[in-house]
């Protein structure tokens, strides 16, 4: 039996070394961005996560615009290519570290939607987010003077009995009665409320209905026919030749576009804001009419879309010279509530992407 000792090898383990995954290196990036513009930052973990998502996010927006820019035929095609060379990462960092400190994910259902659009100022894309209205309650939640115990928002059909019941002198708090009468077949939609409850304090209850003629007046003025439903123009080679009728998803948008009411309604907290929630504010005032006459321009003469491709803003390509007022009812995002979340996964971008 031999006595001698062998030195033990180094496990293979000890040997390798951990290279950062591209979402990492990107959230490095976007740190140091940041820190270069806008002074030292730190992430919480959390946040540093968020981050990662966003690269993920716009990295998919970047490769999927770019498969769409190089099947269009070269005599309508852009130049500018949809890589990470071409984005104006200083805006990104910006954006990013402002969203994900109001941690709205851009990989959640209804959350953050991202548009790319051209800046011919620096022929760069920038990076345009627009929150849903699943983001719209995040932010409330998070900036609210008084937050309610629950937002209801519903549409009314024309075989419901709806009554609401408005606060005097007789009557100290709001509320409402809805009776469905037919589960199936409600008939049309007449109109539709939302409901601030204060179950600790329920004089504050309120109530706010709208009619049809009140949704419809919110509809964005360039609303799609695929969301909203109503009359299409059809083009063949650039030319309209006839029109066409879409039914569209207008429930869908109606009852969106009242919880984006309804959490608007929450009356911010002076107290509560910061840097990243002036930020926002700064950047929702920077998607301009300009960007929605564009997404008009890049869509018109397209194949129909289907509502799922809703939230896919990104075969957008838009193109904006300044910055001038947000239509903010144009940020209808009109994913299915029931939509299921996405579970990208970080390992899926590492394939050729940018130079972090």
């Known amino acids: 039996?031999?006595?001698?000792?062998?030195?033990?090898?180094?496990?293979?383990?000890?040997?390798?070394?951990?290279?950062?995954?591209?979402?990492?290196?990107?959230?490095?990036?976007?740190?140091?961005?940041?820190?270069?513009?806008?002074?030292?930052?730190?992430?919480?973990?959390?946040?540093?996560?968020?981050?990662?998502?966003?690269?993920?996010?716009?990295?998919?927006?970047?490769?999927?615009?770019?498969?769409?820019?190089?099947?269009?035929?070269?005599?309508?095609?852009?130049?500018?290519?949809?890589?990470?060379?071409?984005?104006?990462?200083?805006?990104?960092?910006?954006?990013?570290?402002?969203?994900?400190?109001?941690?709205?994910?851009?990989?959640?259902?209804?959350?953050?939607?991202?548009?790319?659009?051209?800046?011919?100022?620096?022929n760069k894309f920038d990076m345009g987010f627009l929150i849903g209205y699943r983001g719209m309650e995040i932010k409330a939640k998070k900036y609210g003077l008084e937050v309610p115990s629950d937002v209801v928002y519903e549409l009314v059909y024309s075989t419901d009995k709806f009554k609401q019941f408005k606060k005097d002198m007789n009557n100290p708090v709001e509320s409402y009665t809805l009776e469905i009468t037919n589960d199936f077949d409600r008939g049309k939609v007449v109109g539709g409320f939302w409901y601030h409850e204060f179950k600790d304090a329920p004089e504050k209850n309120k109530i706010k209905v709208f009619?049809?003629?009140?949704?419809?007046?919110?509809?964005?003025?360039?609303?799609?026919?695929?969301?909203?439903?109503?009359?299409?123009?059809?083009?063949?080679?650039?030319?309209?030749?006839?029109t066409e009728i879409i039914e569209g998803w207008f429930e869908e948008m109606a009852i969106k576009t009242i919880s984006r009411n309804a959490y608007n309604a929450i009356t911010i907290d002076s107290k509560k804001i910061d840097d990243n929630y002036l930020a926002i504010l700064q950047k929702e005032n920077e998607m301009n009419d300009s960007i929605i006459q564009n997404q008009i321009d890049a869509n018109a003469n397209k194949e129909p879309l289907d509502f799922e491709d809703a939230e896919m803003v990104d075969d957008k390509l838009l193109e904006v010279a300044g910055t001038t007022v947000i239509d903010q009812k144009a940020n209808q995002d009109p994913e299915p509530e029931n939509a299921t979340q996405q579970t990208l996964d970080i390992d899926q971008s590492q394939g050729d992407g940018p130079g972090f």
């Open 211 to 242: 009619s049809l003629k009140d949704i419809e007046k919110r509809k964005p003025k360039y609303a799609s026919a695929e969301f909203w439903g109503g009359e299409k123009d059809i083009w063949e080679n650039k030319k309209k030749v006839g």
């Open 1 to 122: 039996m031999s006595t001698d000792i062998k030195a033990a090898e180094p496990a293979k383990t000890e040997l390798a070394i951990t290279q950062p995954s591209q979402s990492e290196r990107f959230t490095n990036a976007v740190m140091k961005e940041f820190s270069s513009n806008n002074g030292a930052v730190t992430l919480t973990p959390f946040q540093k996560k968020l981050c990662q998502n966003y690269f993920i996010k716009v990295d998919q927006t970047l490769k999927d615009n770019e498969k769409k820019r190089l099947a269009k035929d070269e005599r309508y095609r852009d130049g500018l290519a949809f890589t990470w060379e071409n984005v104006n990462m200083a805006k990104l960092a910006t954006d990013v570290i402002a969203y994900s400190s109001v941690e709205l994910d851009p990989t959640q259902p209804n959350h953050i939607s991202i548009v790319p659009y051209k800046n011919t100022a620096n």
